[in-house]
């Protein structure tokens, strides 16, 4: 999605396109969300974009700050769930709850916002796994983000055991019997 949009942008000398990395494996505390809040509506302060394109749901956490600093911009959402859910979530690297959830479609009108739909593609991140692997025989996903069934539900064709470790693996795979 970045290298299609950069390319589009460097064939178009009437825009600028400027990157920012909201890297959410990297954040986990408020803290660390705020500091990336204030560097990016510090660095924008005196050049106010006139749309903003997202990549990844917990990307709209930040939406209120966005609209308070440069108004209502045109938003343009890509992520795989079609829901939202609170910071702490995301912070915390859980799946978000279902009662929790809240519909990007609710969103549409409130943020000007546009929701393009991306996939993870799971069935053929498997395959890859399985081509540049070939004698895998095991293999633990990491589920931080919440993707359990849908893995266990991908039919390996690869004669690949799928094991889904437990709660905690998330914070280390250390004695899971797999580990190495």
């Known amino acids: 999605m970045i290298s299609a949009i950069t390319e589009y942008a460097q064939n178009s000398p009437q ?10 494996l990297m954040m986990d505390t408020d803290s660390t969300l705020n500091e990336f809040r204030q560097t ?8 106010s974009p006139r749309m903003l394109i997202l990549l990844g749901n917990s990307s ?4 209120d700050d966005f ?3 440069w108004g209502n911009i045109p938003i343009i959402l890509c992520a795989e769930e079609d829901y939202i859910g609170p910071k702490e979530f995301y912070l915390q690297k859980k799946p978000v ?15 000007n916002l546009t929701f393009l739909h991306s996939n993870f ?7 890859l796994i399985c081509r540049m692997t070939p004698d895998i025989k095991n293999f633990i996903p990491d589920l ?15 004669q690949l055991s799928i094991h889904i470790a437990p709660e905690d693996a998330n914070q280390s795979f250390a004695g899971h019997p797999l580990h190495r």
């Open 60 to 63: 709209m956490i930040l939406r």
């Open 121 to 127: 593609y799971i069935k053929e991140n498997i395959d």
């Open 15 to 24: 825009l600028a396109l400027y990157t920012e990395h909201m890297n959410m």
């Open 144 to 158: 931080q983000y919440g993707y359990q069934t849908r893995i266990e539900k991908e039919p390996s064709r690869h």
């Open 67 to 69: 609209r308070k600093m």
């Open 40 to 47: 990016v509506l510090e660095k924008y302060k005196q050049h």
């Open 97 to 111: 709850e279902l009662t929790a959830r809240t519909p990007i479609a609710d969103m549409a009108q409130p943020y």
